[in-house]
């Protein structure tokens, strides 16, 4: 009797063992990152056509297909560190973005405006299409902080790429 009661028991625990113990392993299915984000000016520039804008990208987030490892969904976030430079069209209908990779490469997007498709007392919003990739840049004028957002095709699959920008 107590040898069945010895396997019983050992099976119990075998089973709450192959339950629980793989879960203390497991990633977490979401993983939230806090930052300090404070005001990076108390100041701000105004926004007038023709003004130049530094920012420095406090997070970024990446998604992007691999279709040629698998396919594999991948994805990267953290603390940012990119700077970028945004400057309002000479007139005022359009914002320009420059990343210092694409200044390196030659491949600069200062030539080509994002047109602005709204902007009130507190806000400038400008997006541009093109085919399947799509940008789209919001800029908070009271704090000049900024949300960069790009989905698209890219080399072995669809991406998409967002940065969390504080200007000055």
Not at 115 to 130: C, E
Request: hydrophobic fraction near 45%; charged fraction near 20%.
């Amino acid at each position: 009797m107590w040898r069945v009661l010895t396997i019983v028991a050992a099976i119990i625990v075998a089973a709450a063992a192959g339950f629980f113990v793989p879960r203390f392993f497991q990633f977490p299915p979401r993983i939230d990152f806090k930052y300090r984000f404070g005001d990076p000016i108390l100041t701000p520039k105004p926004i007038a056509p023709n003004v130049s804008y530094e920012c420095v990208a406090f997070t970024q987030a990446e998604v992007y297909e691999n279709r040629e490892d698998g396919p594999t969904a991948n994805v990267s976030s953290g603390k940012g560190g990119d700077e970028v430079a945004l400057k309002i069209t000479e007139d005022g209908k359009g914002m320009m973005i420059s990343f210092p990779f694409a200044a390196a490469n030659d491949t600069a997007d200062f030539d080509k405006p994002i047109p602005i498709a709204a902007q009130n007392g507190n806000y400038v919003v400008a997006s541009r299409t093109n085919g399947a990739d799509i940008v789209t840049l919001i800029l908070d004028v009271n704090t000049l902080k900024a949300v960069y957002s790009y989905s698209g095709q890219g080399m072995v699959g669809i991406r998409g790429r967002s940065l969390l920008l504080g200007c000055r």
